[in-house]
């Protein structure tokens, strides 16, 4: 049940870091609720995840509560009931019993209907309690952590809830080493999936084809699943920032913007190249290309520990606007990579161990020109390291990639 790709015993430091930053405030994330879909996959809360390393468990959360008198009733685990009918459809699910205690780390696991009488008991004692769930806009429904405090809080006399919606978060953008190395694996496999492109790359292939030769590259290298839908976008539809159809026929003279990321361990990675399908860049491609590669380059080296996305967001924008093509740059620089493809951040300083991403772009729809570059970039304690430094960038570097693969055909620069 727990993934045991990180040891128990860092889900459990996880859990602890929590319960003291709560300060004493009742804490509860829940993974979500759902049923396992014919087609697609159920995806829990990412923080449950984090906190756990159990995807598989609709309806589950963890229970902070750390005025509790007995320790070993501070953070537990609370799961739905075992359904022995459903157990037939959806998989077998284990019992309640020292087993389950130790694979999850948790000293407590409960069922989670017992969950209303614990609140209300750990409201009345702590009168604190702690929104950790990242807060809705007002348009969606209320978060749900929020809409039970607040009906906790109209029944249990004197309590106060306070948005630590943050803590979580802050947490999860600080990779431990374990995660580094995952999101190392995933960067290599996303490699080698890259390099699988490059070999089919030519004029009259069609986009299905590459996103499938993409798709296999993850998989030689032990990936069970693409962080995000892959954009493989030649033509006009280098242009679309999120295309996701990969149905068109790359032509001769073409740009193809890959943007791409194979999921290792659940831990994501995010990578962009843009290749000329011939091959050759022309004279025009190579322009905007170079001053991507230049604008990235910008923002890479303004990453370091102290500044933020905006600083860094700065960095790239100024190279592409003082060149005149700053409303062609449509996107944020990058965005924090972790768990999921994006990761939530909050705006805070850059620190050692979070990994962002770097990702200019420029977009020119009226000349079928669309040209995005995305590293994955560690923050060090002297300044950056890039995670996907090995996957060929320049001209010069792309020209050769695709010159080797037999498929790559010559054509005049224009
Ligand atoms: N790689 C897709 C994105 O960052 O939006
Ligand atoms: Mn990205």
């Known amino acids: 049940m727990v993934d045991t790709s990180i040891p128990v015993s860092e889900y459990v430091a996880r859990r602890k870091k929590v319960l003291s930053s709560l300060k004493g405030a009742v804490?509860?994330?829940?993974a979500g609720?759902?049923?396992p879909p014919l087609r697609g996959e159920w995806f829990p809360n990412f923080d449950f995840v984090y906190l756990t390393g159990i995807r598989n468990e609709p309806g589950a959360c963890v229970l902070f509560d750390a005025s509790n008198p007995d320790p070993k009733k501070r953070i537990m685990l609370l799961l739905k009931p075992v359904d022995s009918e459903m157990d037939v459809w959806d998989g077998y699910r284990a019992t309640i019993g020292e087993a389950l205690r130790e694979s999850t780390g948790f000293e407590t696991v409960q069922r989670v209907y017992r969950l209303p009488l614990w609140l209300r008991e750990a409201a009345k004692r702590s009168k604190k309690l702690a929104c950790l769930h990242p807060l809705s806009v007002h348009t969606a429904p209320v978060s749900p952590d929020l809409k039970i405090f607040q009906e906790v809080s109209a029944r249990v006399p004197g309590c106060s809830i306070e948005d630590r919606s943050d803590l979580i978060t802050e947490l999860r953008m600080v990779k431990s080493s374990r995660e580094l190395k995952h999101m190392g694996d995933?960067?290599?496999a996303t490699h080698v999936g890259i390099e699988r492109v490059a070999e089919?790359?030519?004029?009259?292939v069609s986009e299905r084809d590459l996103h499938n030769a993409l798709i296999g590259g993850f998989n030689e290298m032990g990936a069970l699943r693409a962080a995000f839908n892959p954009i493989v976008g030649s033509g006009e539809r280098s242009t679309v920032l999120h295309y996701k159809e990969n149905d068109q026929i790359a032509e001769?003279?073409?740009?193809?913007?890959?943007?791409?990321?194979a999921e290792i361990n659940g831990y994501a990675s995010d990578i962009t190249r843009t290749f000329p399908v011939s091959g050759t860049f022309t004279d025009r491609q190579r322009e905007i290309y170079e001053l991507v590669l230049k604008a990235q380059n910008a923002a890479i080296k303004a990453v370091k520990p102290g500044v933020t996305m905006v600083d860094v967001d700065n960095a790239a924008r100024k190279v592409i606007t003082d060149a005149g093509y700053g409303d062609a740059f449509l996107h944020g620089t990058g965005h924090q990579l972790g768990l999921e493809t994006h990761d939530p951040g909050t705006?805070?300083?850059l620190k050692p161990g979070m990994v962002v991403t770097i990702e200019p772009g420029i977009y020119l729809r009226d000349e079928k020109i669309g040209v995005r570059i995305e590293d994955d970039i560690l923050v060090t304690r002297d300044g950056r390291k890039n995670m996907s430094s090995a996957i060929p960038k320049t001209v010069k570097d792309v020209e050769a990639l695709l010159a080797k693969s037999k498929g790559g055909s010559k054509s005049k620069k224009k």
């Open 33 to 35: 609720d759902g049923a």
């Open 347 to 349: 705006l805070t300083k």
């Open 27 to 30: 804490g509860v994330v829940f």
């Open 252 to 261: 001769d003279g073409d740009l193809l913007v890959l943007d791409c990321g």
């Open 200 to 204: 089919r790359i030519r004029p009259g």
């Open 186 to 188: 995933a960067i290599k």
